[in-house]
């Protein structure tokens, strides 16, 4: 059975217990077991603090001392232990807003002790349960796949290859560590795709198609725009917008594609069929990718409303016609890019031919 690792940071022995109580009902009614680790001091819960947390609950005042629990957030935000945090206190004035932007704060909001009843405290230990089930804090955590791969590159590829390394560094020590991590990006995508490829062959979830919010401030190949209520993705090839020293992309125009509505593509395509098993059939063909070559369909998710991309739809617009697009808002993920790239350029590099007169051997074949 998973067991979720608590830590639980309070020093007083009434709470304690109440946490307690809370605890083994949750564990006993819903049969999800809980390892509660406990800390009453801020020495203690840095000693005890480590990466095989999946969640804690911190009070931001230990003893008379001052604000110790906010120390600790602290520490997690600074630290790779990226594990969601309930702040539960009976001092709200010891939180500060600027720790909200280092730490996952769970619900967003401080638990205030004597308001936060019983049944509160059963569905804030729901909810570390459901991020742990999602995988994130073993992930996230250094528990997961990820960890386990880098070390395989490292024994398998790294290090039999260290001092080829160790002599690039003599030369260029900044350069070699930029490389060297590209180097390990790339064996480690290599077996994680793999991974991919064995677990789960065919469908991904949507959100799995974009980068949200965009890591990088520029744009790129598959950046996500928008301007007067409409949307776009940047089609250029990635070799156009790389940024010279001047601050110009080395081309001096940038290739949009328009999205374009998923309902409006839905209506048009379910336009008089009436049998509702043809819709799903024809559903499926557009929601694949194969209703026409010029539609390509980017998912709905909770921060992008998606559509279709209409390949027949273009703008190429210079540096200042562009500025009013501002940042990219999403990314699409590289792996997608792709495909749409692929698509793209197969939809106009089509050159179709003069249709051959068949009419001759047709009727060999059925009049003989």
């Given at each position: 059975?998973s067991?979720?690792?608590?830590?639980?940071?309070?020093?007083?022995?009434?709470?304690?217990?109440?946490?307690?109580?809370?605890?083994?009902?949750?564990?006993?009614?819903?049969q999800?077991?809980?390892?509660?680790?406990?800390?009453?001091t801020?020495?203690?819960?840095l000693?005890?603090?480590d990466?095989?947390?999946?969640?804690?609950?911190?009070?931001?005042?230990?003893?008379?001392?001052?604000?110790?629990?906010?120390r600790?957030?602290?520490?997690?935000?600074?630290s790779?232990?990226?594990i969601?945090?309930?702040?539960?206190?009976?001092?709200?004035?010891?939180w500060?807003?600027?720790?909200?932007?280092?730490?996952?704060?769970?619900?967003?909001?401080v638990?205030?002790?004597?308001?936060?009843?019983?049944?509160?405290?059963?569905?804030?230990?729901?909810?570390f349960?459901?991020?742990?089930?999602?995988g994130?804090?073993?992930?996230?955590?250094?528990r997961?796949?990820?960890?386990k791969?880098?070390?395989?590159v490292?024994l398998?590829?790294?290090?039999p290859?260290?001092q080829?390394?160790?002599a690039?560094?003599e030369?260029?020590?900044?350069?070699?560590?930029?490389?060297l991590?590209r180097?390990t990006?790339n064996?480690?995508?290599?077996?994680?795709?793999e991974?991919?490829?064995?677990?789960?062959?065919e469908?991904?979830?949507?959100?799995?198609?974009?980068?949200?919010?965009?890591?990088l401030?520029?744009?790129?190949?598959?950046?996500?725009?928008?301007?007067?209520d409409?949307?776009?993705?940047?089609?250029?090839?990635?070799?156009?917008?790389?940024?010279?020293?001047n601050?110009?992309?080395k081309?001096?125009?940038?290739l949009?594609?328009?999205?374009?509505?998923?309902?409006?593509i839905?209506?048009?395509?379910?336009?008089g069929?009436?049998?509702?098993?043809?819709?799903?059939?024809?559903?499926?063909t557009?929601?694949?990718n194969?209703?026409?070559?010029?539609?390509?369909?980017?998912?709905?998710?909770?921060?992008?409303?998606?559509?279709?991309?209409?390949?027949?739809?273009?703008?190429?617009?210079?540096?200042?016609?562009?500025?009013?697009?501002?940042?990219?808002?999403?990314?699409?993920?590289?792996?997608?890019?792709?495909?749409?790239?692929?698509?793209?350029?197969?939809?106009?590099?089509?050159?179709?031919?003069?249709?051959?007169?068949?009419?001759?051997?047709v009727?060999?074949?059925?009049?003989?």
């Open positions: 059975m067991k979720l690792r608590l830590l639980i940071v309070e020093d007083a022995e009434q709470d304690l217990e109440i946490l307690r109580d809370v605890v083994d009902d949750y564990t006993r009614d819903q999800q077991d809980i390892d509660l680790v406990e800390c009453k801020l020495d203690e819960a000693m005890k603090l990466n095989s947390f999946d969640g804690a609950i911190i009070d931001l005042k230990l003893a008379d001392q001052g604000d110790e629990g906010s600790i957030v602290e520490v997690i935000g600074e790779f232990f990226r969601p945090i309930a702040i539960l206190t009976g001092n709200p004035g010891n500060h807003d600027s720790l909200k932007e280092k730490i996952m704060l769970m619900d967003d909001k638990f205030i002790k004597g308001e936060t009843g019983y049944d509160e405290l059963q569905n804030l230990l729901h909810r349960w459901d991020i742990y089930n999602t994130l804090t073993r992930i996230m955590g250094g997961g796949e990820i960890e791969n880098l070390s395989q490292f398998n590829n790294l290090q290859h260290l080829t390394w160790v690039y560094a030369k260029a020590s900044e350069r070699t560590e930029k490389a991590l180097y990006l064996h480690l995508l290599q077996l994680l795709e991974e991919e490829e064995r677990s789960f062959p469908e991904v979830f949507p959100e799995e198609v974009y980068l949200y919010p965009p890591v401030n520029r744009i790129t190949t598959g950046s996500i725009v928008r301007a007067d409409k949307w776009f993705a940047v089609l250029s090839p990635a070799c156009d917008l790389v940024l010279r020293r601050g110009n992309f081309t001096d125009r940038i949009l594609v328009e999205i374009e509505r998923e309902n409006d839905v209506s048009t395509a379910l336009d069929i009436r049998n509702k098993s043809k819709k799903r059939d024809k559903l499926r557009v929601f694949g194969n209703h026409t070559a010029y539609y390509h369909w980017l998912p709905k998710t909770s921060f992008f409303d998606g559509g279709f991309l209409n390949f027949r739809k273009l703008q190429s617009l210079n540096k200042a016609e562009f500025e009013k697009f501002g940042k990219p808002l999403i990314q699409i993920s590289p792996t997608f890019v792709k495909d749409i790239i692929a698509r793209f350029s197969s939809f106009y590099a089509r050159q179709g031919q003069p249709e051959i007169e068949s009419q001759g051997f009727t060999r074949y059925t009049d003989s």
